[in-house]
């Protein structure tokens, strides 16, 4: 395998059909494109509760294609807002017209995944709840696997199938009981850090103000 070829998986809830394409709903973490994992557990937690689940195995050739890497901090955080509809234009102008300058002249996204423990922190910060100093603090704590986001025809083109496996119903039993256990550590450890933290920062109303 050369290094232009990277092993990844993909979660389907209904099997794909046709050609790979970049639409997946619009409020993902990198926005509307086809999602890949580093790992398989994390695809396999979003689609266990669905009746015709599949995985997939897939590669891809990153060729002639433009990554952006997002790096895990307050950046990644703003920028899954952005994508999630979180931080529009009218909260801030100009950290809006930055994020939607992320996606010109990108194929692939390549950043962390906000994975079941991280969906309660990040909406906590969302909310107002703690600060962009304890969400820093969270997501360094949380193990979170990376994610390739084909935001293009060209890089979806890129992508080849090389297994496909419905899940069983024993594997989806398995998968909701983990994806289960996830959040509530995802709860527990945002609750100890945001106690210690809970002075420290600046909260995301601020941070969109400014």
């Known amino acids: 395998m050369t290094q232009n070829i990277i092993h990844l998986y993909h979660g389907s809830k209904n099997g794909l059909k046709g050609k790979i394409q970049p639409l997946s709903r619009d409020l993902c973490d990198f926005g509307k494109g086809f999602y890949m994992g580093s790992e398989s557990t994390q695809p396999q937690t979003l689609i266990c509760n669905y009746e015709n689940a599949t995985m997939y195995e897939i590669q891809l050739n990153t060729t002639n294609l433009i990554i952006k890497d997002i790096p895990l901090n307050l950046d990644w955080a703003l920028f899954v807002a952005f994508n999630r509809g979180r931080l529009t234009k009218e909260l801030s102008p100009t950290l809006y017209q930055k994020y ?18 991280m969906f309660v922190v990040l909406d906590r910060f969302f909310d107002g709840e703690i600060t962009d100093k304890a969400l820093v603090e969270c997501l360094s704590a949380l193990k979170l696997g990376q994610q390739y986001v084909a935001i293009t025809q060209k ?25 289960e256990e996830n959040r509530k550590l995802g709860i527990s450890l945002a609750n100890d850090i945001c106690r210690q933290y809970r002075r420290e920062g600046r909260y995301f109303d601020e941070i969109i103000a400014e």
């Open 100 to 117: 939607d300058a992320y996606k010109k002249g990108v194929d692939i996204f390549k950043g962390f995944i906000a994975n079941d423990r």
């Open 155 to 179: 890089a979806c083109d890129a992508i080849s199938i090389i297994s496909e496996k419905k899940l069983s119903d024993d594997e989806k039993k398995r998968l909701i009981s983990q994806s």
